[in-house]
T-cell receptor
C-alpha cells in the first residue's frame, strides 16, 4: 500500500527557515508531489508542487530528492501566519489511479515569536 | 470570486436518516473530489470525478454515494449514515484533474451522526 509519511509536529522560531520533510518511498515515476497547508477552521490551501526538479514560488521552495523517495518543503523565513498543518500529497498520474490522491498525516508547525 | 462552496457548514443528524452534502464550484472545473478528515488519520479521499457522469472510488468509499450530473455540482450522499461517518468533510476541484494542477478546497462540512 502506498504510504506518504510526515513527522507529527515541528517547531520553529519566527524569521528562521523551516524544513518540513516527507517520505514517499513508493512513489511512481509520474506521480506529482504536492504540499498544502491548513489553518484552523479552513480548508487546505495550495502551497507548491513538483515532479522531479526543485521548485520555487513566492510562498515556499520544494526540494525533491534525486530518487524521488522524499521531499522537503522549505519556508525561508517563518512568520506567525505560517503556523498551520502542512500536508504532503502524492497525486497519482498513471493508469487506473489517475485522479487519486494520497495524503500524508500532516505536520503541525508551531512558530514561536 | 472563484470558489468551491459546500453546504451546510455544520450538520447534526441521526443514524439512518439520509442526507446530502452539496459541493459547487464556479470555475468550470472538470475534476471534483471529496475527502474526510479525522483526528489521527488525516485526510482521506472518498470519491472523485474526472468529468460529468464519470466517478471513481477513492480510498474510503464505503457508505457513501456521489453523482455528477452537471459540471459545477458534486453532491456527497449518505443514504444511511452511521456514527463512524462523523467527520469533517471537504470538497475540492481542479481544472482537468491532471496531477500537475493545484486543487481548490471548500471550507468544509462538519457532520455529526448521533
Amino acid at each position: 500500500d502506498a504510504k506518504t509519511t510526515q513527522p507529527n509536529s515541528m517547531e520553529s522560531n519566527e524569521e528562521e527557515p523551516v524544513h518540513l520533510p516527507c517520505n514517499h518511498s513508493t512513489i511512481s515515476g509520474t506521480d506529482y508531489i504536492h504540499w498544502y497547508r491548513q489553518l484552523p477552521s479552513q480548508g487546505p490551501e495550495y502551497v507548491i508542487h513538483g515532479l522531479t526538479s526543485n521548485v520555487n514560488n513566492r510562498m515556499a521552495s520544494l526540494a525533491i530528492a534525486e530518487d524521488r523517495k522524499s521531499s522537503t518543503l522549505i519556508l525561508h523565513r517563518a512568520t506567525l501566519r505560517d503556523a498551520a498543518v502542512y500536508y504532503c500529497i502524492r497525486r497519482d498520474a498513471g493508469g487506473t489511479s489517475y485522479g487519486k490522491l494520497t495524503f500524508g498525516q500532516g505536520t503541525i508547525l508551531t512558530v514561536h515569536p | 470570486e472563484a470558489q468551491v462552496t459546500q453546504n451546510p457548514r455544520y450538520l447534526i443528524t441521526v443514524t439512518g436518516k439520509k442526507l446530502t452534502v452539496t459541493c459547487s464550484q464556479n470555475m468550470n472545473h472538470e475534476y471534483m473530489s471529496w475527502y474526510r478528515q479525522d483526528p489521527g488519520l488525516g485526510l482521506r479521499q472518498i470519491y472523485y470525478s474526472m468529468n460529468v457522469e464519470v466517478t471513481d472510488k477513492g480510498d474510503v468509499p464505503e457508505g457513501y454515494k456521489v453523482s455528477r450530473k452537471e459540471k459545477r455540482n458534486f453532491p456527497l450522499i449518505l443514504e444511511s449514515p452511521s456514527p463512524n461517518q462523523t467527520s469533517l468533510y471537504f470538497c475540492a476541484s481542479s481544472p482537468q484533474g491532471h496531477p500537475n494542477e493545484k486543487l481548490f478546497f471548500g471550507s468544509g462540512t462538519q457532520l455529526s451522526v448521533l
